[in-house]
C-alpha cells in the first residue's frame, strides 16, 4: 500500500464516518425521533471535527493544485525533483480526521477515558508491550537455536 | 427472582410488544442487534466464498454494519426500544469496519 493508496483510503473514511453519522442525526431530525445519536456530546465534536478536517483538505488540495498548474521554469532552470508544494497539509488534516475517528472507536467500544482501571490506555499499553515482548523472546530464541521463530 | 406470566404493558402493536419485552430484558435489544450483525456478515462472507472462491471479511462486515445501522435508526422511532449507548455503539463499530475495509485493499 503506498502514499496513493493511503491517502485515498484516509478520504474514503473521512466520507463514511461524515455521512453515516450524517445519516443518523438527519434521521433523527427528520422523523422527530426520541433517541437521536446527536444526544451524546461526544459524536457531534467528532462530526464536526472530522467535517472541518474534511473541508480543510479540499481547500488545501486546490491550494496545492493552483500552486502546481501555476508554477513556471525559465529554460535554464532545472526541474523539480521533488513534489515538495504537495506535501505537508493535505497529511496533516486527514491524520486529525483520522485521530478523531480513533479516538471515537476508542472511547465507545474499547471502553477508553479513564486514567486508572480496567478502562485505561494501559491496558491497550500492556498488550503491546506484552506482544513485543513475546516477539523479544522468539528472535532470542531464533538467534540461540537458529532456526525461524516462525 | 423470576417473573413468569409477566403481564404486558398497555402498549398495543408489535412494536409495543418489542418496547416492552426490552424495558423487562434490558440485554435483549443488544443481543439482537449482534445477532443480525453476525448472522449478515457470517452468511454474507461464506456465500462469497462459495460462489466465487475467495471472500472479503471486512467488507461484509460494513455492510454488515450499515444494515444493523438502519435497524438502529428504525428502533429509534417507537420510545423505549433502544437506548442511545447501544445506537452509538453500533454506529462507531460500523466506522471502525469501515476503517478497517478502506485500509485492508489497495483502493485503486
Same mark, same amino acid.
Given at each position: 500500500?503506498?502514499?496513493?493508496?493511503?491517502?485515498?483510503?484516509?478520504?474514503?473514511?473521512?466520507?463514511?464516518?461524515?455521512?453515516?453519522?450524517?445519516?443518523?442525526?438527519?434521521? *433523527?431530525?427528520?422523523?422527530?425521533?426520541?433517541?437521536?445519536?446527536?444526544?451524546?456530546?461526544?459524536?457531534?465534536?467528532?462530526?464536526?471535527?472530522?467535517?472541518?478536517?474534511?473541508?480543510?483538505?479540499?481547500?488545501?488540495?486546490?491550494?496545492?493544485?493552483?500552486?502546481?498548474? @501555476?508554477?513556471?521554469?525559465?529554460?535554464?532552470?532545472? *526541474?523539480?525533483?521533488?513534489?515538495?508544494?504537495?506535501?505537508?497539509?493535505?497529511?496533516?488534516?486527514?491524520?486529525?480526521?483520522?485521530?478523531?475517528?480513533?479516538?471515537?472507536?476508542?472511547?465507545?467500544?474499547?471502553?477508553?477515558?479513564?486514567?486508572?482501571?480496567?478502562?485505561?490506555?494501559?491496558?491497550?499499553?500492556?498488550?503491546?508491550?506484552?506482544?513485543?515482548?513475546?516477539?523479544?523472546?522468539?528472535?532470542?530464541?531464533?538467534?540461540?537455536?537458529? @532456526?525461524?521463530?516462525? | 427472582?423470576?417473573?413468569?406470566?409477566?403481564?404486558?404493558?398497555?402498549?398495543?402493536?408489535?412494536?409495543?410488544?418489542?418496547?416492552?419485552?426490552?424495558?423487562?430484558?434490558?440485554?435483549?435489544?443488544?443481543?439482537?442487534?449482534?445477532?443480525?450483525?453476525?448472522?449478515?456478515?457470517?452468511?454474507?462472507?461464506?456465500?462469497?466464498?462459495?460462489?466465487?472462491?475467495?471472500?472479503? *471479511?471486512?467488507?461484509?462486515?460494513?455492510?454488515?454494519?450499515?444494515?444493523?445501522?438502519?435497524? *438502529?435508526?428504525?428502533?429509534?422511532?417507537?420510545?423505549?426500544?433502544?437506548?442511545?449507548?447501544?445506537?452509538?455503539?453500533?454506529?462507531?463499530?460500523?466506522?471502525?469496519?469501515?476503517?478497517?475495509?478502506?485500509?485492508?485493499?489497495?483502493?485503486?
Amino acid at each position: 500500500m503506498g502514499l496513493k493508496d493511503i491517502t485515498i483510503s484516509f478520504a474514503m473514511v473521512m466520507i463514511f464516518t461524515v455521512a453515516l453519522i450524517g445519516a443518523g442525526i438527519q434521521f *433523527a431530525s427528520l422523523n422527530n425521533a426520541d433517541i437521536s445519536i446527536a444526544d451524546n456530546n461526544e459524536i457531534s465534536t467528532y462530526q464536526d471535527g472530522t467535517n472541518a478536517a474534511g473541508k480543510a483538505y479540499s481547500v488545501d488540495i486546490n491550494d496545492s493544485l493552483n500552486a502546481y498548474s @501555476k508554477t513556471s521554469l525559465d529554460s535554464d532552470q532545472e *526541474a523539480f525533483t521533488g513534489g515538495s508544494f504537495l506535501q505537508p497539509t493535505i497529511m496533516t488534516q486527514t491524520k486529525d480526521s483520522f485521530g478523531n475517528i480513533i479516538s471515537m472507536i476508542y472511547v465507545h467500544i474499547l471502553g477508553g477515558g479513564g486514567e486508572t482501571g480496567t478502562n485505561s490506555y494501559a491496558t491497550i499499553l500492556y498488550i503491546i508491550t506484552g506482544t513485543l515482548g513475546i516477539l523479544i523472546v522468539f528472535y532470542v530464541y531464533k538467534f540461540a537455536v537458529g @532456526k525461524n521463530p516462525d | 427472582m423470576a417473573k413468569f406470566n409477566l403481564e404486558l404493558g398497555n402498549r398495543t402493536g408489535f412494536d409495543g410488544l418489542i418496547a416492552d419485552v426490552s424495558t423487562t430484558v434490558p440485554s435483549f435489544i443488544p443481543f439482537l442487534l449482534a445477532f443480525v450483525f453476525f448472522t449478515i456478515w457470517i452468511v454474507g462472507y461464506r456465500q462469497q466464498r462459495i460462489s466465487s472462491g475467495t471472500g472479503d *471479511a471486512p467488507l461484509w462486515g460494513t455492510i454488515a454494519g450499515v444494515i444493523t445501522s438502519s435497524v *438502529a435508526l428504525l428502533m429509534t422511532l417507537t420510545p423505549g426500544i433502544i437506548n442511545s449507548e447501544t445506537l452509538i455503539i453500533t454506529f462507531v463499530v460500523t466506522i471502525a469496519m469501515g476503517l478497517v475495509t478502506f485500509f485492508s485493499k489497495d483502493t485503486v
